[in-house]
């Protein structure tokens, strides 16, 4: 049965919205259209993400949004079968923006609503490119928020083999780049300034690289970049790239090598980067490299498609219709639930 869902990403500093179809069986459903507004201009000014203005930008986006979207599908709303909206996690007040106009928008159309979680859909988003991956593989969610192992058997068959203890991968991008004065967001600015660098000028730590489990840790390396900046003095300017570089090295080195690790635990033969990180050329170059001579096959979302999205929502939200892992429904109440572990989603 081919099912057409809206989906609808407002958990952070993105306001997504994205059309799928969904034929049903085995065929990975596809997309049709999709638009995305991202608020980092309006963050720029105050260093982060402010969590009201983000809200009240999503409430300003979010319908406009979704009339380009049907218009560019050549769908009419009406046509809608399912409207799929990011439950969690992410910020509370974000996340009820999207939740509340998809809830309104399936009582109004008389059609059911469906709450998809927020990392679901970064995992699955690589079944939205030319090159989708097949289950079971070993899974790399890395991003602002979140630096997670899972093994994947299918949709809803997650289980947990290591996360962070504390920073996440992305942050550390981000707190380094803001020690370096290389304002926001840090993460990419940091890369860009790596590639002018040296990655082996400075002697930085790579928490847990030999801890025997899948867990990472990230503040002790930000830790680290604030001393060796400090250390620098008036010269940290001209060494900045060189710094960023070493920092980027780090960080990617952990990665790589704890997922390799994942894979030679679980005997698996393919992995999945999903997360704003995955777009990282340096982490995708290293990982290509290696698993390469393992004969593994490693899977990224496209390159637009790493951030945050209205896609990978209806996308998880297709994917677990056609599972028979979840069921659309009327009820129109709702409820968000800021945080919201990937290993305890239910079916």
């Known amino acids: 049965m081919s099912l057409l869902i809206l989906g609808i990403e ?95 928008l399936g009582a109004a159309l008389d059609k059911p609503v469906l709450g998809v979680h927020h990392l679901e859909g970064h995992l699955l988003s690589p079944f939205l490119s030319a090159d989708p991956p097949e289950f079971p593989f070993v899974a790399l969610l890395v991003s602002g928020g979140h630096t997670q192992l899972m093994r994947v058997d299918g949709v809803g068959r997650y289980e ?7 920073d996440a991968a992305g942050e550390a991008f981000d707190k380094s780049a803001k020690l370096m004065g290389l304002g926001y967001p840090g993460g990419p600015a940091l890369s860009r300034l790596a590639e002018q660098g040296d990655p082996a000028a400075f002697k930085l730590p790579r928490p847990l690289l030999h801890s025997g489990n899948l867990d990472f840790s990230f503040a002790g390396l930000k830790t680290a970049v604030l001393t060796q900046a400090k250390k620098l003095g008036d010269t940290l300017e001209a060494r900045k790239p060189d710094l960023a570089a070493s920092t980027e090295a780090a960080i990617v080195e952990v990665l790589v090598k704890k997922t390799l690790t994942a894979l030679k635990q679980t005997g698996l033969k393919r992995v999945v980067v999903a997360g704003g990180v995955g777009a990282n050329r340096h982490l995708r170059a290293q990982l290509n490299a290696a698993c390469a001579q393992g004969k593994v096959r490693v899977h990224y979302p496209e390159l637009h498609l790493c951030t945050d999205n ?34 305890a989603l239910g079916g």
């Not at 599908?73 to 409207?83: E, F, N, S, T």
């Not at 209806?314 to 109440?333: D, E």
């Open 160 to 166: 947990l083999l290591g996360e962070t203890i504390d």
């Open 310 to 343: 209205g896609a990978m929502i209806a996308m998880a939200a297709a994917m677990r219709l056609q599972a028979g892992q979840q069921m659309a429904n009327r009820t129109y109440a709702f409820d968000v639930k800021p945080r919201w572990p990937l290993d």
């Open 10 to 104: 407002s958990s952070c500093d993105e306001t997504g919205v994205a059309l799928v179809r969904s034929t049903g069986g085995v065929a990975v459903p596809s997309l049709l259209a999709h638009a995305l507004h991202s608020q980092i201009e309006m963050h720029q000014a105050y260093g982060g993400v402010v969590p009201e203005l983000a809200s009240r930008d999503h409430i300003r986006r979010v319908l406009p949004l979704t009339e380009a979207v049907m218009a560019e599908a050549g769908q009419r709303l009406a046509d809608v079968d399912v409207v799929a909206y990011t439950r969690g996690p992410g910020l509370a007040g974000a996340l009820l923006v999207g939740a509340g106009v998809a809830c309104a």
